[in-house]
């Protein structure tokens, strides 16, 4: 590990501008990814601004029916509020369904949003990413990606997003609230938050240098059957090779949304249309523009079969 200086900021204001002003700095949290990468001199920032000390670690209702999710949430906490339990119940199934349990107790929501991804060409410094060092090529693409992602790639970069929390706050409409390195705030929609990998796929996000993430917002509550289902290698503690959240209403409409398969979270609001046809129609539409390689094709059937299984689980409950 590098060298670095460290301090502790104040304020969500103080914070960004100190990230500003000091060229390779990075916020730390809880620190269950940065330090890692940290560690692998993968990230190697001159700079940490400790964010722990400013107060985002709260769930609070909002004036319009909906909650608002302080950037310090950690994920257990988050998991095991009654409000997100009663009310948004694939959130809180999606958190449960990630990491480890010592994990969940110190990972972030605004660290959860941002972690980087787990493709193993990324972490293993010997070989070339495009992610890691721009320019120099995609390791992944003739090399074992059984892992990696079918939807929204790049000749630069075939990696996907790891987070099985940020599947859940793009199915639920969720906005980020940041603050400006100058004191500006803004909100940016889950949407919106993570970018395909196109010519530049260490761009990962939507966040200006020095931008702090401050928490996160969710509308009023959907209804409905919420629904996590994690194709996984085993049963804990390993990443997705697909992820299916779901809200299903009692008429069989509803919103679906994918993880394990993209570079960021995969919805495709058409496709929801197509659910009184069945899995396979809505598959059909949420595929639509897939590229597998040989390692990965599996998972287009895969994608349907998990559809297929959450619609008939939401059936069954009905």
Same mark, same amino acid.
């Given at each position: ?49 400790? /964010? ?155 966040? =200006? ?34 992820? /299916? =959240? ?14 394990? /398969? ?57």
């Amino acid at each position: 590990m590098k060298p670095f200086s460290y301090e502790r900021a104040r304020t969500p204001g103080e914070a960004a501008a100190a990230a500003a002003r000091t060229p390779g700095a990075k916020f730390i949290a809880g620190g269950t990814n940065l330090l890692d990468l940290m560690k692998l001199e993968i990230e190697t920032p001159l700079h940490l601004i400790d /964010v722990n000390g400013l107060g985002l670690d709260r769930i609070e209702p909002t004036d319009d029916g909906g909650v608002r999710i302080g950037a310090l949430v950690s994920n257990t906490d988050l998991a095991a509020d009654m409000r997100i339990r009663r009310d948004y119940a694939v959130l809180s199934r999606a958190l449960l369904a990630g990491a480890s349990g010592q994990l969940r107790n110190k990972a972030t929501t605004a660290g959860n949003l941002l972690q980087r991804t787990r493709c193993p060409y990324f972490y293993d410094t010997n070989l070339p990413c495009n992610k890691r060092q721009p320019g120099s090529g995609c390791a992944a693409r003739e090399g074992i990606s059984r892992q990696h992602a079918v939807l929204g790639t790049s000749d630069a970069c075939i990696a996907t997003h790891p987070s099985d929390m940020a599947i859940a706050m793009r199915l639920l409409d969720a906005t980020v609230e940041t603050v400006q390195p100058g004191g500006q705030t803004r909100r940016i929609a889950m949407a919106d938050l993570h970018r395909l990998p196109g010519n530049t796929p260490h761009i990962e996000h939507a966040l =200006a240098p020095g931008e702090l993430i401050t928490a996160v917002t969710l509308p009023k509550p959907l209804g409905g059957r919420h629904l996590y289902h994690k194709v996984r290698d085993r049963s804990s503690y390993a990443f997705a090779l697909v992820s /299916v =959240a779901a809200v299903i209403q009692p008429d069989g409409s509803g919103r679906i949304a994918l993880g394990g /398969v993209a570079h960021k979270p995969w919805r495709v609001e058409a496709a929801e249309a197509e659910l009184p046809r069945g899995a396979d129609a809505v598959a059909e539409r949420l595929l639509a523009d897939a590229r597998t390689t040989p390692h990965n094709a599996f998972k287009l059937t895969l994608v349907r079969r998990t559809l297929g299984a959450v619609l008939a689980h939401a059936r069954a409950d009905a």
